[in-house]
């Protein structure tokens, strides 16, 4: 049986029972929220310090949605180039923030969904999703498709998710295949990597769907599994959402794999709204916050639950944690009320001043390594300082 079989048949459940058929196997998976640039770049701090940690190297999987897509693509991209070094026993890459931070940055001095939405509004012929993969290709991915991703053995398994709207479960995108367990895979996909972001972190409704058109045939039936959608228009006339609509932490495919999962959840709180908006986008948009807190909670919960009953290994963190409630020694400075601020920040796509984009790295950065030496590996040192001191949190 295929590697996608066994997966597919593990999807039609929401999670693996602790002693259940199938038995997570040893290895890292690293998970990545949605949460738009206020994801990007607190994602950006976590893998900054994972890779001085060494754990970066190690991971097995990164599985992502949304915004936390964009880090983890660009990640993946440049994986295979980096110059990994041995320090104090740890492999790091020493050129990760040249080839993968600071673009992430330049990203964010750009704003991508108000330009989008304007131009698909008025642009005859051209989608607002078109407009955002255009986007991600001029500052992030040029023409790179999948199979620019590291194989396998060559790195992680870099798994980018998406929401298929006429399935209702993940499209998920990696070098090895894309595929929907309802639907079928295509093998060694050369989708182009812009647009599986774009799929990604199409936020409903002004940034989604992404359509993607295949040709006949090119979807496969896969060993052992049985896909009760692999017909037309299903396989050829695809269309996608975020990532998150269906696990906006990205934990499934990950969870269903491995003995240690970390988490990082940079996507935000939805506030009270004494008098919420009653004309269609407004209104739609604040059901759609009601229906990803509700979702996120429940991934939430049972990731935590599982932590703590010692079910599984790993960490999980998020962008409104107090890091005082992490118990490793040695933490750096994070004030509630200022990490509060970087929390509450908008879901948006939207241009972010130098500032800001370094403390969310910083935050990121700080809060990864309370939870993973607090929880994963006690023995690990704590860090030097913040990757921006002048900016802090």
């Not at 182009?192 to 990604?200: C, G, I, K, M, P």
């Not at 599984?312 to 998020?318: D, Q």
């Not at 984009?357 to 860090?383: F, H, M």
Request: aromatic share 8%; glycine share 10%.
């Amino acid at each position: 049986m295929s590697e996608f079989a066994n997966t597919s048949a593990e999807s039609r459940s929401p999670a693996m029972v602790p002693g259940g058929e199938h038995k997570p196997e040893p290895g890292i998976g690293l998970c990545l929220s949605g949460g738009g640039y206020r994801a990007m770049l607190f994602h950006a701090g976590v893998i900054w310090r994972l890779n001085e940690l060494g754990i970066l190297h190690e991971l097995k999987r990164i599985s992502s949605v949304s915004g936390g897509s964009l880090t983890a693509a660009m990640l993946g991209l440049h994986w295979r180039s980096l110059r990994w070094l041995q320090v104090e026993g740890r492999t790091v890459a020493s050129d990760l923030t040249e080839q993968v931070i600071e673009p992430i940055q330049r990203l964010a001095r750009h704003t991508v969904d108000g330009w989008s939405v304007g131009g698909g509004a008025v642009l005859p012929g051209v989608s607002i999703s078109e407009l955002v993969e255009r986007a991600y290709r001029k500052h992030l991915f040029g023409e790179a498709t999948l199979q620019d991703l590291p194989a396998d053995g060559e790195g992680p398994r870099f798994v980018i998710n998406a929401t298929n709207v006429q399935s209702g479960v993940l499209w998920r995108f990696s070098r090895k295949f894309m595929a929907d367990y309802r639907v079928g895979m295509v093998a060694n996909p050369d989708v182009s990597l812009a647009l599986a972001v774009t799929a990604s972190s199409a936020f409903p409704p002004v940034l989604s769907p992404a359509r993607m058109e295949l040709p006949p045939g090119l979807v496969q039936k896969s060993p052992g599994a049985t896909e009760d959608l692999h017909e037309e228009p299903y396989t050829t006339d695809i269309y996608l959402t975020d990532g998150g609509v269906y696990d906006n932490l990205g934990l499934e495919t990950v969870w269903k794999r491995y003995e240690t999962v970390l988490v990082s959840d940079g996507g935000g709180q939805m506030a009270p709204e004494a008098q919420p908006h009653s004309d269609w986008a407004r209104h739609a948009l604040r059901v759609n916050g009601i229906i990803d807190n509700q979702v996120r909670s429940l991934r939430k919960r049972q990731v935590v639950d599982s932590l703590v009953a010692g079910d599984r290994k790993g960490a999980y963190w998020r962008t409104r944690g107090d890091i005082r409630d992490y118990p490793a020694p040695k933490t750096l400075p994070c004030p509630i009320e200022r990490t509060t601020e970087l929390a509450e920040l908008d879901t948006r796509l939207k241009a972010m001043d130098r500032v800001t984009q370094e403390r969310l790295i910083n935050w990121g950065y700080a809060l990864s390594d309370a939870a993973v030496r607090g929880w994963v590996n006690k023995n690990l040192p704590p860090p030097d300082g913040f990757p921006f001191p002048a900016s802090k949190v």
